[in-house]
């Protein structure tokens, strides 16, 4: 089983490929921690990547291709693939193919989590911890009992990432929406693309995902 998960950020992507990855033994591949890990490891693709990057230039198609390659043949036929911030382009999700298809293997699945933009402002916008022991609250969903007390620990401080904002949150979505856009109508057309609902309980999520791939 091989799948790509696509979700913005805030729609608890890394939870559910992490869960994902211990149901069902898949592996998830990162391009960014590919790259990392084989520049580190010093294998060809590696030292070919690094003297790009050193070179201050853009891993090309073709060196990530490789790495994928190297990944899927290192994993072996029987363990299935999570892509994770790839394919980006057209040209890459036909280069995916081939590099699957070469493998014996194909693309199952493309899940997305599924956001209300808005829903998803006040989810992120709305969230602050305690100071001191690092419990979460929302200003909506879970306040304190005692209003400027936390219920666990009893400090009145609180804190809120200044990242929890609602023009970054809004950014984040068009950058989402950006890099999806070339990709997603290419597996629609193949009657493979799958929506959940990113909003919901992530146990219901989960149930959602595991319903598309029974
Ligand atoms: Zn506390």
Known sequence: ?????????????????????????????????????????????????????????????????????????AMGAGTGAIFDGYPRTAAQAESLDAILASRGRKLDHVIELDVNEDALVERITGRYTCATCGKGYHDTFEQPKVAGTCDKC???????????????????????RAKTAPILPIYEARGIVARVDGMADMDAVTASIEAILA
């Open 1 to 73: 089983m091989n799948i790509i998960l696509l979700g913005p950020p805030g729609a608890g992507k890394g939870t559910q490929a992490q869960r994902l990855v211990e149901r069902h033994g898949l592996k998830q591949l990162s391009t960014g921690d590919m790259l990392r890990a084989a520049v580190k490891a010093g294998t060809p693709v590696g030292l070919k990547a690094k003297a790009v990057m050193e070179a201050g230039q853009l891993v090309s198609d073709e060196i990530v291709s490789a790495l994928i390659g190297d990944e899927l043949d």
């Open 154 to 176: 009893g400090s009145h401080e609180f804190k809120r990432r200044p990242d929890d904002n609602e023009e970054t949150v809004r950014t984040r979505m068009a950058e989402y």
